[in-house]
Nanobody, 114 residues
Framework: QVQLVESGGGLVQPGGSLRLSCAAS????????MDWYRQAPGKERELVAR???????DYAGSVEGRFTISRDNAENTVYLQMNSLKPEDTAVYYC????????WGKGTLVTVSS
């Protein structure tokens, strides 16, 4: 059974930082591309960051230079370091694993507010 479990969300002030984690089980983690998506209230889910099995990364323009995605294949975990957070980063953040199929976590809520 595939499980992706996100953690690390919470309330943070503008300009602050958070680190999200996504622990995977039931898949051969090291061969999967891992993505972070987010969905803000009333908006469509959007891709935030991607890291391939080879370690190549890609970011949405809105987070470029502020967010960093990384992976630890020994721990079957992908991370999203989020710095200089803005109110518009408020959303539920989802972890996605994709290769031949898509697998999703249940999400973790990030709220950026003073």
């Amino acid at each position: 059974q595939v499980q992706l479990v996100e953690s690390g969300g919470g309330l943070v002030q503008p300009g602050g930082s958070l680190r999200l984690s996504c622990a995977a089980s039931g898949i051969i983690f090291r061969i999967h591309t891992m993505d972070w998506y987010r969905q803000a209230p009333g908006k469509e889910r959007e891709l935030v960051a991607r890291i391939t099995s080879g370690g190549n990364t890609d970011y949405a323009g809105s987070v470029e230079g502020r967010f960093t995605i990384s992976r630890d294949n020994a721990e079957n975990t992908v991370y999203l370091q989020m710095n200089s957070l803005k109110p518009e980063d408020t959303a539920v953040y989802y972890c996605n694993a994709n290769l031949f199929m898509d697998y999703w976590g249940k999400g973790t809520l990030v709220t950026v507010s003073s």
